[in-house]
């Protein structure tokens, strides 16, 4: 039986983001960030048209590009012809066009968090083609938005055309196996990439921090990397001493002060607040008892 129109660009779709993960997470990569920003817009891309082929009966017209030619009296044309590429072959609308289309002619429903996320790979992917590389510095900033944009991904793959991907391993290797950092560092950021990292910053907190978007979906997903003790013996090996199969772990003092930034004498005085204010609430309940 053949494939319908909109199946087969729902494939190529989900091809196009397995091969963004699967660059992504290869052990050794200079352009990572970029190389899945591209390809997961392109994958973007596809699922988007394939909803508006679904919706409109497969019929391909929906998708092109039409313009008015210019006649020889220098007027346009009443009639709306297919606007060509170079090779003859018709254009198609951006994914910003196809967008519109699904919500204008309520084809589906889109999360402003889906739309968030998407602008914001949209920057990364631009700055990256046409402007400058993305630092290391940025990567943290830039993994959390690509793992967010892949649950978005599989969420509406699901509800639209009902298709799980649970068979597939869509996530993104977390940078502490490529890199020795666990945090973006602004000071080494160029004025360029700084301008990217607020813009990112500033979509996180209108989105994932303000509320405005659903849970089903986000802007951008942190993702953190616990050891747990295992008794299976496939488990990596964590131990004291000099085990040669031992993982080394190394705990600096810029660590310890992250998780307990309180030296004795803050820790003092907060102490000392939190007895004033049980003293006070104490004396005001005896008042109002009174």
Same mark, same amino acid.
């Given at each position: @039986?053949?494939?319908?129109?909109?199946?087969?660009?729902?494939?190529?779709?989900?091809?196009? @983001?397995?091969?963004?993960?699967?660059?992504?997470?290869?052990?050794?990569?200079?352009?990572?960030?970029?190389?899945?920003?591209?390809?997961?817009?392109?994958?973007?891309?596809?699922?988007?048209?394939?909803?508006?082929?679904?919706?409109?009966?497969?019929?391909?017209?929906?998708? %092109?590009?039409?313009?008015?030619?210019?006649?020889?009296?220098?007027?346009?044309?009443? +009639?709306?012809?297919?606007?060509?590429?170079?090779?003859?072959?018709?254009?198609?609308?951006?994914?910003?066009?196809?967008?519109?289309?699904?919500?204008?002619?309520?084809?589906?429903?889109?999360?402003?968090?889906?739309?968030?996320?998407?602008?914001?790979?949209?920057?990364?992917?631009?700055?990256?083609?046409?402007?400058?590389? @993305?630092?290391? &510095?940025?990567?943290?900033?830039?993994?959390?938005?690509?793992?967010?944009?892949?649950?978005?991904?599989?969420?509406?793959?699901?509800?639209?055309?009902?298709? &799980?991907?649970?068979? %597939?391993?869509?996530?993104?290797?977390?940078?502490?196996?490529?890199? *020795?950092?666990?945090?973006?560092? !602004?000071?080494?950021?160029?004025?360029?990439?700084?301008?990217?990292?607020?813009?990112?910053?500033?979509?996180?907190?209108? %989105?994932?921090?303000?509320?405005?978007?659903? &849970?089903?979906?986000?802007?951008?997903?942190?993702?953190?990397?616990?050891?747990?003790?295992?008794?299976?013996?496939? !488990?990596? +090996?964590?131990?004291?001493?000099? *085990? #040669? &199969?031992?993982? #080394?772990?190394?705990?600096?003092?810029?660590?310890?002060?992250?998780? %307990? #930034?309180?030296?004795?004498?803050?820790?003092?005085?907060?102490?000392? *607040?939190?007895?004033?204010?049980?003293?006070?609430?104490?004396?005001?309940?005896?008042?109002?008892?009174?």
């Amino acid at each position: @039986m053949a494939c319908s129109r909109s199946s087969a660009l729902l494939h190529t779709a989900i091809s196009a @983001m397995i091969t963004a993960i699967e660059t992504y997470n290869k052990p050794d990569h200079k352009y990572r960030e970029e190389t899945f920003s591209i390809l997961a817009l392109n994958a973007w891309e596809l699922l988007l048209k394939a909803k508006v082929l679904k919706e409109k009966d497969n019929d391909i017209r929906e998708l %092109y590009i039409y313009e008015r030619r210019t006649l020889k009296n220098g007027t346009k044309s009443k +009639r709306r012809y297919i606007k060509r590429n170079r090779t003859g072959n018709p254009m198609t609308i951006s994914m910003g066009k196809t967008l519109v289309l699904i919500e204008n002619e309520g084809l589906g429903n889109i999360d402003q968090a889906v739309k968030a996320n998407l602008d914001a790979l949209t920057e990364i992917r631009d700055n990256s083609i046409h402007l400058i590389n @993305m630092s290391s &510095d940025l990567s943290k900033a830039i993994q959390e938005l690509g793992t967010a944009t892949l649950q978005n991904f599989v969420k509406l793959t699901k509800k639209w055309f009902d298709h &799980d991907l649970s068979q %597939y391993n869509f996530y993104l290797m977390p940078l502490a196996f490529f890199r *020795d950092f666990d945090s973006a560092l !602004a000071v080494n950021l160029t004025s360029e990439e700084t301008n990217i990292a607020k813009y990112l910053t500033s979509l996180h907190h209108s %989105y994932d921090k303000g509320g405005k978007n659903e &849970d089903e979906y986000a802007v951008t997903l942190e993702l953190n990397v616990r050891l747990k003790r295992s008794a299976l013996s496939t !488990a990596a +090996r964590l131990a004291l001493g000099d *085990d #040669p &199969d031992a993982i #080394p772990v190394t705990l600096t003092e810029e660590d310890i002060r992250s998780l %307990y #930034p309180w030296d004795y004498k803050e820790l003092t005085e907060r102490l000392q *607040d939190s007895r004033s204010i049980i003293l006070f609430e104490k004396n005001l309940r005896k008042i109002n008892d009174m």
